[in-house]
């Protein structure tokens, strides 16, 4: 079944495997599920860990794989050279909005530093009007709990908008997720709070 809405979605995840299988079975699982429908992978262009993991998995199951790797990065994250495209650009900064430009949403599987980081930036974009694109958590076995805690705390203190905490989906089963983020319509809406937060 390929989706009307995304060709193409950037998967943030981690450089390591971690430690939980779980957070394996959800890798390959997405990856199996963006092959079969047709859906290329944006990806941050490692060999390693759950990207290596992500991005095997749909070039197996005959999808199609674009990375973006900064070139000084390939020493320490080994750049995937069995992939559909892998493009190599000058810094992180150019790397990230190559694949922004590249994805029609965005997934965010469990994580460090730069997963996060991306999360952040892309929810960021949203909320200013920089991109209009669907964002989405692939919450394995609560693995994001505790940041969607603090979002609606953000909420609850009138710091975020009810309508910006929205962006955000969060779903641990990846075809639910890949369904939402198709059917997810956005808007902008201006960030800045003042009397009428809603």
């Given at each position: ?72 990065l390939f ?99 990846p075809a ?23």
């Amino acid at each position: 079944m390929a989706s009307a809405d995304l060709s193409s979605i950037c998967v943030f995840c981690a450089s390591s495997p971690g430690s939980d299988p779980a957070l394996t079975d959800a890798t390959v699982e997405l990856g199996r599920l963006l092959a079969e429908r047709g859906i290329e992978l944006i990806y941050g262009g490692g060999s390693v860990g759950l990207m290596g993991l992500i991005a095997d998995t749909v070039m197996k199951g005959g999808g199609t794989v674009t990375g973006v790797i900064p070139t000084g990065l390939f020493p320490r994250e080994v750049g995937h050279r069995g992939l559909t495209r892998l493009e190599e650009v000058a810094t992180m900064h150019d790397r990230k909005a190559r694949m922004y430009d590249l994805a029609d949403a965005f997934i965010a599987l469990p994580g460090g530093f730069g997963t996060l980081e991306e999360l952040a930036e892309t929810l960021t974009w949203n909320q200013i009007g920089l991109l209009t694109k669907p964002v989405g958590v692939l919450d394995v076995g609560g693995f994001w709990q505790p940041l969607l805690v603090l979002f609606d705390a953000m909420v609850e203190r009138s710091i975020l908008k009810p309508k910006n905490r929205a962006i955000l989906l969060d779903d641990p089963d990846p075809a639910r997720l890949l369904d939402r983020l198709a059917e997810q319509e956005l808007g902008y809406e201006p960030k800045w709070i003042g009397e009428d937060i809603t």
